[in-house]
């Protein structure tokens, strides 16, 4: 089953890490384009004002093909900002992932594990986007490949030896539920 590759990431950790990625993102690369207030926060006329222009432009280079805008549109609406679209966030996490981004190929391959909604389950998919981020270096992408290889599950055949080369690699970056497996390790 799909919900067992990501049992060791519940939804709110992966919103907030999404959440996270994203704010850092909108700092380094354009301040105008930080996270959207939800639409049941009250704000201010000037506030909305600002929110609702900053995702027109967020809106504007993700079109462009900024990667980086790319990846954060899709996880505004996988997040639920401004509103909760799931087929928005798959389109926005595709274009980038198919250009080289990472964290928008760790997200798609969640996101085809279908736990959020089962019509999106596409385990092929999955296994392709998740194998592209372990490749482009992501460490969580790294470690969820490392405990399938370890498991043999979703498609995947059991080799150890990979699993920790794919643990010890996300180690390196100091991801530490691959660190805890390796200190567990015999």
């Known amino acids: 089953m799909a919900s067992n590759l990501w049992q060791c990431i519940k ?3 992966l919103a907030w890490v999404l959440l996270t990625l994203v704010a850092c993102a909108s700092q380094q690369s354009d301040p ?3 996270a959207t207030p939800s639409a049941d926060e009250p704000q201010p006329q000037g506030q909305t004002d600002d929110a609702q222009a900053a995702m027109a432009k967020l809106q504007s280079h993700a079109s462009s093909g900024d ?7 899709g996880s505004f609406y996988f997040v639920g900002k401004p509103k909760k679209d799931l087929q928005q966030a798959e389109y926005w996490w595709k274009q980038a992932a198919d250009k080289g981004h990472p964290m928008a190929a760790v997200s798609l391959a969640y ?14 998919s999955m296994l392709k986007y998740l194998n592209q981020a372990a490749a482009g270096g992501n ?5 969820i490949l490392g405990n399938l290889y370890m498991k043999g599950d979703q498609g995947v055949a059991r080799d150890p030896s ?7 690699s996300a180690c390196a ?3 530490k539920p691959s660190c805890a497996v390796l200190d567990k390790a015999p």
Do not use: I, V
């Open 162 to 168: 990979q699993a920790r080369r794919l643990f010890q």
């Open 139 to 143: 460490p969580m992408a790294q470690h």
């Open 111 to 124: 996101l085809y594990t279908g736990r959020d909604n089962p019509e999106l389950a596409d385990q092929k």
């Open 11 to 13: 939804p709110a950790a």
């Open 67 to 73: 990667l980086d805008s790319q990846f954060q549109l």
């Open 32 to 34: 105008t384009t930080a």
């Open 173 to 175: 970056q100091e991801y």
